[in-house]
T-cell receptor, first 112, second 116 residues
Framework: EAQVTQNPRYLITVTGKKLTVTCSQN?????MSWYRQDPGLGLRQIYY???????DKGDVPEGYKVSRKEKRNFPLILESPSPNQTSLYFC???????????FGPGTRLTVL | AQSVSQHNHHVILSEAASLELGCNYS??????LFWYVQYPGQHLQLLLK??????LVKGIKGFEAEFIKSKFSFNLRKPSVQWSDTAEYFC??????????????FGTGTRLQVTL
């Protein structure tokens, strides 16, 4: 089954404790993105990747890092999480530049 | 920068009522347009998309949208809503001719509540 998976689905952590949210897709898509969803703000792009080893900032990259060492994986790293990063995070992938994005199930992160 | 406006933040309709959700964008060039739906507790799913051709696009579950270039709009419609359409709806726009990766700009969403 074609899908985007994320882990963990739920995470509660404390300020400053480094964490990684994994994202994997099995559709051989070149393009992958991370979004955060906050009430009243919709989805905002954090980072995106056009291919292996090619990443770029989205609209709200501060406090986040990403890497793309393999085509299928695109982890999101919070080196020192803060409470304002409490949010619902979605990973997405797409086949081409201007195409439909396939979303993962989301990771609900709470930073205390 | 591209912006996408969804003016209806929360819409409450009775079953069988007609639905129209507004979406306006700011980019003046070629665009690709999408409507995504997020059912409670679930991830986003594509409802319909417009790349080119017939500006009236039909999607899943009886939804349709009309691209009006002169108005920078891509409104979502459904003639008769069902209780199962209760969800949050997001309009999204991709600048089709700039090659800016797969960057989608989303609107803030419209929460649709359908009552029995």
């Amino acid at each position: 089954e074609a899908q985007v998976t994320q882990n963990p689905r739920y995470l509660i952590t404390v300020t400053g404790k480094k964490l990684t949210v994994t994202c994997s897709q099995n559709m051989n898509h070149e393009y992958m993105s991370w979004y955060r969803q906050d009430p009243g703000l919709g989805l905002r792009q954090i980072y995106y990747s056009m291919n292996v080893e090619v990443t770029d900032k989205g609209d709200v990259p501060e406090g986040y890092k990403v890497s793309r060492k393999e085509k299928r994986n695109f982890p999101l790293i919070l080196e020192s999480p803060s409470p304002n990063q409490t949010s619902l995070y979605f990973c997405a992938s797409s086949l081409r530049l201007a195409g439909e994005q396939f979303f993962g199930p989301g990771t609900r992160l709470t930073v205390l | 920068a591209q912006s996408v406006s969804q003016h209806n933040h929360h819409v409450i309709l009775s079953e069988a009522a007609s639905l129209e959700l507004g979406c306006n964008y700011s980019y003046g060039g070629t665009v690709n347009l999408f409507w995504y739906v997020q059912y409670p507790g679930q991830h986003l799913q594509l409802l319909l998309k417009y790349f080119s051709g017939d500006p009236l696009v039909k999607g899943i579950k009886g939804f349709e949208a009309e691209f009006i270039k002169s108005k920078f709009s891509f409104n979502l419609r459904k003639p008769s809503v069902q209780w199962s359409d209760t969800a949050e709806y997001f309009c999204a726009v991709n600048e089709g001719d700039t090659g800016t990766a797969s960057k989608l700009t989303f609107g803030t969403g419209t929460r649709l509540q359908v009552t029995l």
